[in-house]
């Protein structure tokens, strides 16, 4: 199992620049989750879909953030324009809910808005 | 709303000693809480779920425990060891929703 998979590992760019984070997920799980991580605020929750549907993004912070899942395997996180604000780790996860499974987490993307 | 309190931030201890991490909630209605363990630059591994309706999970040297009318989880550690340096975090799982609630989490450091 090749776990969920996250790209890039580390992104760097200037504010206003549209930014854009890769998810695959782990085959045959229905769930998917993106997650933020700071310092401040911890492991927060912005978007999760159900069977490529999103369910809730009470989570997203603003309209600059835009999250899709055009297929079971990818769901990309999107940030146009970029503020320094969102810079932060950004964790993609998956899972089967219904047989009651832990989420499995990908590595995460180290994202930089100078 | 759901808030998950992890208390103290960060541990350290002596390689070998039992250790309790202890994780509070204040909503009941929980679906299942999870115990993750984060390395430094890397994800989340789960470590034990431990579903509404169970009070405890085990794997090798970890138990976790679950009491969901006083809101608590702990989190033990037998006879630690070096390599179980990383930050533990707790989160609960809704009963209504899939949504994952996490604490802040504990950083625990074992000296050898």
């Known amino acids: 199992d090749a776990g969920v998979i996250q790209s890039p590992r580390h992104e760097v760019t200037e504010m206003g620049q549209e930014v854009t984070l890769r998810c695959k997920p782990i085959?045959?799980?229905?769930?998917l989750f993106w997650y933020r991580q700071t310092m401040m605020r911890g492991l927060e929750l912005l978007i999760y879909?159900?069977?490529?549907?999103?369910?809730?993004d009470s989570g997203m912070p603003e309209d600059r953030f835009s999250a899709k899942m055009p297929n079971a395997s990818f769901s990309t996180l999107k940030i146009q324009p970029s503020e320094p604000r969102d810079s932060a780790v950004y964790f993609c996860?998956?899972?089967?809910?219904?047989?009651?499974?832990?989420?499995?987490f990908g590595d995460g993307t180290r994202l930089s808005i100078l | 709303k759901q808030e998950v309190t992890q208390i103290p931030a960060a541990l350290s201890v002596p390689e070998g000693e039992n250790l309790v991490l202890n994780c509070s909630f204040t909503?009941?209605?929980?679906?299942?809480l999870q115990w993750f363990r984060q390395d430094p630059g890397k994800g989340l591994t789960s470590l034990l779920l431990?579903?509404?309706?169970?009070r405890e999970q085990t794997s090798g040297r970890l138990n976790a425990s679950l009491d969901k009318s006083s809101g608590r989880s702990t989190l033990y550690i037998a006879a630690s060891q070096p390599g179980d340096s990383a930050t533990y975090l707790c989160?609960?799982?809704?009963?209504?929703?899939?949504?994952?609630?996490f604490g802040k989490g504990i950083t625990l450091s074992v000296r050898p």
């Open positions: 989160a609960v799982s809704s009963l209504s929703n899939s949504k994952l609630t």
């Open positions: 909503d009941s209605a929980i679906y299942n």
């Open positions: 085959s045959g799980h229905d769930y």
């Open positions: 996860a998956s899972n089967n809910r219904g047989e009651n499974q832990p989420q499995h």
């Open positions: 431990i579903q509404s309706s169970q």
């Open positions: 879909f159900n069977n490529n549907v999103p369910i809730d």
